[in-house]
């Protein structure tokens, strides 16, 4: 009986163990797919990430190709493109109230900004994020934080 029960806990363990090695190794994956979906919700024209490399001990964040579509009735691809970004913070200030970023670096980005009668590709985004934060606040989303940067770099 004891060496049953014995057999089940290391099971038990060894089943856990592993599920958090999986969680681990597909944080990356994880955290990509959750940015391009809230992103998308967020501004109203699809975002998408080539690849996301996520350092947790370092408190790095690297994004290789990030493109923002354009809204419909716009003739470009893309509104945004940045061909890579890094962001570099201290990883216990996210569970604190300000978040310091040690640096933050853009590079290759590219705006195609598209004029029509009514309108523009950027006011188009503009008011459909405007849109959801007066959503989130009538929700009573208060997830606000203090961002303090030390060092930021864009380059075209």
């Known amino acids: 009986m004891r060496r049953r029960v ?26 990509q797919w959750g940015i391009e979906q809230n992103a998308s919700t967020a501004l109203g024209v699809p975002t998408h990430i080539g690849k996301l490399n996520l350092n947790l001990a370092e408190g790095t964040v690297g994004i290789d190709t990030l493109t923002i579509d354009n809204p419909n009735g716009f003739n470009t691809p893309y509104l945004l493109k940045v061909n890579s970004f890094s962001v570099k913070l201290k990883p216990m200030s996210l569970i604190g109230e300000t978040v310091e970023i040690q640096s933050m670096e853009l590079d290759g980005l590219e705006i195609n900004v598209e004029q029509t009668f009514a309108s523009s590709n950027i006011l188009t985004v503009g008011e459909k994020l405007q849109q959801r934060r007066g959503e989130a606040a009538k929700q009573g989303d208060r997830g606000e934080k203090k961002v303090k940067a030390s060092y930021a770099s864009i380059e075209t």
Do not use: E, Q
């Open 6 to 31: 014995r057999k089940i806990t290391v099971g038990i363990l060894l089943g856990l163990a592993l599920a958090l090695a999986l969680a681990w190794f597909s944080l990356d994956r994880i955290m």
